[in-house]
T-cell receptor
Framework: AQTVTQSQPEMSVQEAETVTLSCTYDTSESNYYLFWYKQPPSRQMILVIRQEAYKQQNATENRFSVNFQKAAKSFSLKISDSQLGDTAMYFCAFMVGYGGSQGNLIFGKGTKLSVKP | NAGVTQTPKFRVLKTGQSMTLLCAQDMNHEYMYWYRQDPGMGLRLIHYSVGEGTTAKGEVPDGYNVSRLKKQNFLLGLESAAPSQTSVYFC???????????FGPGTRLTVT
């Protein structure tokens, strides 16, 4: 069975600074995907970034980047130049890739990030 | 293009009552999912569907039933609501072969 662990229930960062959210996972699968989702107070789940396990290069999306350490089963999210709108719950999620069919998302418990002015 | 919509947004039920949550997507996605989110927890998969007329159990299926009679709709039913089913329910959809899931806005259900 796959598990996802987020060890930081809450974090805070000053506006314009950089923050890193941690995520570790456990799996025996070789083909999988990792995601970071953002959930602002509106409750909407928003995909922030995705990483395919077979890719060595770390994914980046504007101010968001990941540090994917496959051997250590670690998948951290770095937010640069933090903005007030980044205040949200952040969920790390894992999905096994089944070739042509879909795996199911397995979520961590989340990290509540507060960006302070 | 509304994406994924959920009806209703809020609902209060008494123990033992039944209800159906409706999820609709206009992206022609083959796959649809129902999750629940409890305080201090991430989302957990209840049921999912890989196509019209097909459904499968997820991690926490007990107490729920689902139906996918039309490709664009995925219904989640509670036959006899229990306080343990108080939660926020999210629907999601995805294209076959793509791994991004698109989420609806959620339904907050309270069972008293």
């Amino acid at each position: 069975a796959q598990t996802v662990t987020q060890s930081q229930p809450e974090m805070s960062v000053q506006e314009a600074e950089t923050v890193t959210l941690s995520c570790t996972y456990d799996t025996s699968e070789s083909n999988y995907y990792l995601f970071w989702y953002k959930q602002p107070p509106s409750r909407q789940m928003i995909l922030v970034i995705r990483q395919e396990a077979y890719k060595q290069q770390n994914a980046t999306e504007n101010r968001f980047s990941v540090n994917f350490q496959k051997a250590a089963k670690s998948f951290s999210l770095k937010i640069s130049d933090s903005q007030l709108g980044d205040t949200a719950m952040y969920f790390c999620a894992f999905m096994v890739g089944y070739g042509g069919s879909q795996g199911n998302l397995i979520f961590g418990k989340g990290t509540k990030l507060s960006v302070k002015p | 293009n509304a994406g994924v919509t959920q009806t209703p947004k809020f609902r209060v039920l008494k123990t033992g009552q039944s209800m159906t949550l409706l999820c609709a997507q206009d992206m022609n996605h083959e796959y649809m999912y129902w999750y629940r989110q409890d305080p201090g927890m991430g989302l957990r998969l209840i049921h999912y569907s890989v196509g019209e007329g097909t459904t499968a159990k997820g991690e926490v299926p007990d107490g729920y039933n689902v139906s996918r009679l039309k490709k664009q709709n995925f219904l989640l039913g509670l036959e006899s609501a229990a306080p343990s089913q108080t939660s926020v329910y999210f629907c999601a959809s995805s294209r076959q072969g793509a791994y991004e899931q698109y989420f609806g806005p959620g339904t907050r259900l309270t069972v008293t």
